[in-house]
């Protein structure tokens, strides 16, 4: 037999569920509460640090809270987290990242409603620097008419008749007439007779336009169904009843002499025909110029439970003052129903919201919206009559499936979509406006609709599901700038074993947490290299080890984590920085039943891969490794275990903090025997490399 020696680096890409003959010689078979680290090592995982705890005697309404939004505005001790209490009195609380309860305050005229629609629950935010939106998916976008009314909702029942030309001829005079529901009023004017009495000064009659308009007003108000006003030589008609009529005009000089509509002067509407290109639009008179201008006789409402801004005001003292109000969304403008609908997400719940194209975005069932370009209030066309660049942007995402939307996310200058069963790229042609967008189909990956995807750098990183399997991957831009939705569990695919329910992700550290509601937390570690990846890396992170918690919820600020956890009625909060120095007190520092401090040391362990020698580029299991000797290289104090499979047997062995004697004795075979590194103290340990030895009897002289 020959004696060999195998080299193992520090086991910088974690996890591997592969075969033993297939696991690289970076990977292990389990890693917990350690970072691998191509430069450090192996080391113990970052404690979660006690910050503070609301208790249930005086926050009673503690049990209905959770994390809803978080954001760093990048100043020192100016990080935020936002919980929704769900409570209609107090529904909105914002902490510092210290802990420190911050100051909320509403509107006054709008508290009420505020409070409302933040107390329906399932809230989330949208950050933009000093500015979140706050947004309910439980309440349904819905337009409130009470307090809008038509511009002129009668105008189309007011006909103008105006006398712009008199004949000038008394002995001529100009006939004028109006057809009112088919019913003939004329002026009918008495000509004066050539050497009458008056044939050299006969008086003023119907030759003057002002008098021809006052026979005429006198003869319609004659009649007691209609009721005409004078101001010159215009005549104002309406129904005395207020109901809408027909009307004609004619005057004995081809029809020259005088014009008539039955429009009001200030609003007019211009229809369309066959021959046109534009629906029928609606034009206004300023005094000085026409406008276009919305349908006068329409009562468009306005757009409610929508969502609410809340900013940041002042900071006095190291406390912000936050000031929650009602948005004042554009109502519709110009035009109509049938050319100026409204947006697509009224009558519908706001799924997700996003800033892209310098436009806000709203989603909805299977409908995406986007303002008009820099106008974030306003969700309709500005002009009737042309399609404008910079008008909303309204889709649907038509498939044979079903395709509710959940999330929104810009990525790599565009926007991906995601439903339940397939990803979307909304792209454009040219300008981002209405005619040059379209959606189109990327990839079909299940996903997990609960957990929101997350972008970070050049990637952007989602749960995809297939029945109880859960897999990270993450979205790169391909050579030929299609979309790849890379499986990142490749090599682990049943690692995630418990749901996830958020991803929180540092694109400078490299890692991505896949976060559980029990206080687990499957950690990919990654480095990357210009176009190549050099450590992609599975472990676990298992948090207060000993207590069993209601519920664990785990906010992001920078390169920090927020850990909030239910236990006994009490919210506990807990801060855990990623960017760890490697110092020592690894323990995680909570609350016990009776709020009394604790601190929970935590095992952190790697468990050694099998070896199986390479033969002419081929491991293989046919012939096993009898080892004999591991030797850890290293720093700090950790133990190691032997788990004999044959004798149900487990042999420890303590390495103190010097390491002077970092080897133990095995005399097993390979996949007989689970060799495992571990400690549960409270000090930090770096591995960097593990050697074993062992005999083996080849099949060839060639060994790797």
């Known amino acids: 037999m020959s004696k060999i020696n195998k080299i193992y680096s520090a086991f910088f890409n974690g996890v591997s569920q592969q ?35 609301l208790l249930p005697d005086t926050n009673p309404n503690i049990a209905q809270s959770k994390i809803v939004h978080s954001y760093d505005r990048g100043e020192d001790d100016e990080e935020y987290y936002i919980m929704a209490t769900e409570n209609s009195s107090d529904p909105v609380r914002v902490y510092n990242k210290a802990g420190v309860e911050m100051n909320v305050t509403y509107d006054s005229a709008t508290e009420a409603s505020c409070k409302t629609y933040l107390s329906a629950g399932n809230l989330r935010g949208l950050t933009v620097q000093d500015r979140t939106w706050l947004y309910s998916r439980n309440k349904t976008i819905t337009v409130d008419k009470s307090l809008t009314a038509p511009l002129s909702a ?32 004329a002026v009918d004017p008495v000509k004066p007779s050539v050497g009458g009495t008056n044939a050299q000064n006969p008086p003023t009659g119907a030759e003057d336009s002002d008098k021809a308009a006052e026979l005429l007003a006198a003869k319609i108000n004659a009649n007691s169904t209609w009721t005409c006003t004078r101001n010159g030589s215009i005549l104002k008609i309406v129904k005395a009843n207020g109901g809408d009529f027909s009307f004609t005009s004619w005057d004995s000089w081809g029809n020259q002499a005088s014009e008539g509509w039955k429009e ?38 306005l757009l409610v439970d929508m969502p609410l801004r809340m900013d940041r005001i002042s900071l006095t003292s190291g406390i912000a003052t936050f000031y929650i109000d009602q948005i004042d969304w554009s109502p519709p403008r110009v035009g109509n129903e049938e050319n100026n609908s409204d947006p697509s997400f009224v009558g519908r719940k706001v799924t997700d919201l996003f800033f892209y194209k310098n436009r806000l975005g709203i989603t909805s069932d299977d409908s995406i919206t986007l303002t008009e370009a820099a106008n974030y209030r306003n969700f309709y066309v500005t002009t009737a009559i042309d399609t404008v660049t910079t008008d909303v942007v309204d889709l649907t995402v038509s498939t044979n499936q079903a395709s509710n939307i959940y999330f929104a996310k810009p990525f790599n200058n565009s926007l991906y979509v995601f439903t339940k069963y397939a990803q979307y790229e909304v792209t454009n042609e040219g300008p981002f406006g209405p005619n040059t967008v379209s959606v189109e189909s990327v ?70 947490m896949c976060c559980t509601d029990s206080g687990t937390a499957y950690v990919y570690n990654y480095k990357d290299d210009g176009a190549s990846r050099i450590q992609s890396a599975w472990s676990t992170w298992e948090l207060f080890e000993g207590i069993t918690p209601d519920s664990v919820e785990w ?17 506990v909060y807990h801060q855990l920085f990623l960017d760890d120095k490697g110092e020592n007190n690894r323990f995680d520092d909570t609350y016990d039943d009776t709020q009394f401090q604790i601190d929970l040391p935590y095992k952190s362990s790697v468990l050694l891969p099998d070896y199986y020698p390479q033969l002419i580029g081929t491991r293989t299991p046919l012939n096993k490794v009898l080892i004999k000797r591991v030797v850890v290289e290293g720093q700090g104090e950790f133990e190691s275990s032997v788990y004999r499979k044959d004798y149900d047997v487990t042999y420890t062995k303590f390495h103190d903090l010097s390491l002077k004697d970092g080897d133990f004795y095995v005399n097993s075979k390979i996949g007989n025997v689970d060799i495992t590194l571990y400690d549960d103290s409270v000090n930090d340990f770096k591995i960097s490399s593990v050697v074993v030895e062992g005999l083996f009897q080849p099949t060839s002289k060639e060994i790797k």
């Open 443 to 512: 990839t079909n990956y299940p996903m997990q609709t609960d957990v929101e995807p997350v972008v970070m750098n050049n990637s952007l990183y989602f749960i995809s599901v297939s029945n109880n399997r859960q897999q990270l991957r993450e979205y790169v831009k391909a050579d030929n700038l299609s979309v790849q939705g890379v499986d990142l569990n490749i090599s682990t695919p049943t690692y995630i074993d418990k749901p996830v329910t958020s991803l929180i992700a540092d694109g400078v550290i490299g890692i991505v």
């Open 19 to 53: 075969n033993a003959e297939l696991v690289l010689d970076n990977q292990c078979r389990e890693m917990t509460n350690c970072i691998p680290d191509i430069v450090r090592g192996i080391k113990k995982r970052p404690p979660a640090k006690l910050v503070g705890a």
């Open 264 to 301: 009001s002067v200030s609003y007019v509407r211009i229809a369309g025909s066959e021959g046109n290109k534009f629906t029928d639009y609606f034009v206004k008179w300023t005094g000085s110029a026409w406008e276009e201008c919305l349908d006068p006789k329409a009562d468009r409402g």
């Open 555 to 571: 906010t992001s600020l920078g390169t920090s984590v927020g850990i909030w956890m239910k236990r006994q009625g009490n919210y």
């Open 154 to 185: 009668n105008y189309d029942r007011v006909a103008y008749y105006w006398l712009k030309r008199g004949s000038g001829d008394r002995f001529n005079p100009f006939n004028y007439a109006v057809y009112l529901d088919n019913t003939t009023f």
